[in-house]
């Protein structure tokens, strides 16, 4: 499986995780968060009339405004700097494979919080190096051993790791 703005996103909160979902192994797709995250989706995009642009099966962006803006719509800031992180690796794909720069904002509805996302030099970096350590988890065989954080018990694969 190619890197993505979705194991991104996993990768930085739950390296476990970034591997159940790059061996396509799903959530529990009844779990309350995943059902309220596809509500509050599809209660955006129906009150902005957008939709999700889906660019070469790698990246999935919520909303484009204008030539320059991509929007990330996310429930809560609970997990900005993921959120923050996955923006950034669309911003570099973007860039480094289509030519394109742009900008990313964060935009958390219920909140009404936005944060405006820019790549630099050094965000750059740090994404190259995730998509490194991906790569090479991906390969293995076995995920990693879970390890208790914070967010384990509001976790769709917490049923995977805590039985």
């Known amino acids: 499986m190619e890197v993505n703005g979705t194991l991104i996103w996993y990768y930085t909160i739950c390296k476990r995780e970034a591997w159940l979902i790059g061996h396509r192994i799903v959530p529990d797709q009844k779990d309350n968060r995943i059902m309220i995250g596809r509500h509050i989706h599809k209660y955006f995009f ?3 009339k957008a939709k999700e642009v889906l660019i070469d099966n790698t990246i999935k962006v919520d909303l484009v405004k204008g030539r320059c803006l991509i929007v990330e719509i996310k429930k809560s ?3 900005i700097d993921s959120t923050r992180w996955q923006l950034l ?10 030519g394109v720069v742009m900008e990313g904002e964060i935009s958390i509805p219920d909140e009404k919080k936005r944060v405006l996302v820019r790549l630099s030099e050094e965000s750059e970096k740090e994404i190259e190096r995730m998509i490194g350590e991906i790569e090479e988890l991906l390969k293995q ?6 390890e208790w954080i914070k967010y384990c018990k509001v976790c769709g694969y917490k049923e995977m790791c805590w039985v």
């Open 141 to 146: 065989e076995k995920p990693p051993k879970p």
């Open 46 to 48: 129906s009150r902005e």
């Open 89 to 98: 690796f669309y911003l570099y794909y973007l860039k480094h494979k289509k």
């Open 77 to 79: 800031s609970k997990f």
